[in-house]
Nanobody, 116 residues
């Protein structure tokens, strides 16, 4: 099993920045991809960004140029730097870890609220 604990969410003004963290623990030796999804009120959960163990990244078009995902292997932690936040970024942000064979693990989520 893999446990994921997110932190760093909160209330931020539009145009501001914040950094989300996701710490992984448990049997993490075969985790390949980690990433972030988000779910806004009344909407489906959507992919935000992913990063592989080799450092390859992928972003949703809506966040390219504003969000940066990074991974610190020594701390088993993945980060999401969010800059130039917009009200439409308001959502619960969920951390995701994916094993090489496809098993997925989710964190409990952290709320990000952007005020205009």
């Amino acid at each position: 099993q893999v446990q994921l604990v997110e932190s760093g969410g909160g209330l931020v003004q539009a145009g501001g920045s914040l950094r989300l963290s996701c710490a992984a623990s448990g049997t993490i030796f075969s985790i390949n991809t980690m990433g972030w999804h988000r779910q806004a009120p009344g909407k489906q959960r959507e992919l935000v960004a992913t990063i592989t163990s080799g450092g390859s990244t992928d972003y949703a078009d809506s966040v390219k140029g504003r969000f940066t995902i990074s991974r610190e292997h020594t701390k088993n932690t993945v980060y999401l730097q969010i800059d130039s936040v917009k009200p439409e970024d308001t959502a619960i942000y969920y951390c995701l870890a994916v094993r090489a064979r496809g098993t997925r693990y989710w964190g409990q989520g952290t709320q990000v609220t952007v005020s205009s």
